[in-house]
């Protein structure tokens, strides 16, 4: 099979699989970033902790090495505008101002109304292809009761159920 075709297979197979939708986030001298991702995955349970993969054309990618935490808001079903707004560089100035944003000094932002919100501390970075892995290790986990996550499938941001 061409490499071509190769690509176009595994991009179409990967619309099949629905993924739950964060945003990843990160304080930058004052500045908050963030970015829509849906490769986010749990690693382990000792210690707790989980990994994050990154497109290194995002502006975020730059950087997010070079802090010492980021915090995943995987995003509840109500969310579909702030999935829109961060995963649109021509949105960038409405960003945090979509939503409430919790801070702590130069920790990254957390969404309040977040499914979950899981800040972490950056354990290691490992590029890979047009990627890097960043991988995280918990430090404090926010959860909403009720369980209705933002999920993307085919393309197309929803819910999981009725």
Known sequence: MAASDLADNFRRAMRTIAST????????????MGITATAVSSLAMEPPSLLVCINERAAIHQVIGTRTHFCVNALHRDDVELAHHFSDYRMRELRFRTGTWLTDGEG????????????????????FGTHSIFIGEVESVAVREDTDPLVYLDGVFGGFGG
């Open 21 to 32: 939708v964060h945003i990843v986030t990160i304080h930058v001298d004052g500045t908050p």
């Open 108 to 127: 990254p932002p957390r969404l309040a109304h977040a499914q979950a919100s899981i800040v972490c501390a950056l354990r290691q970075e490992h590029r």
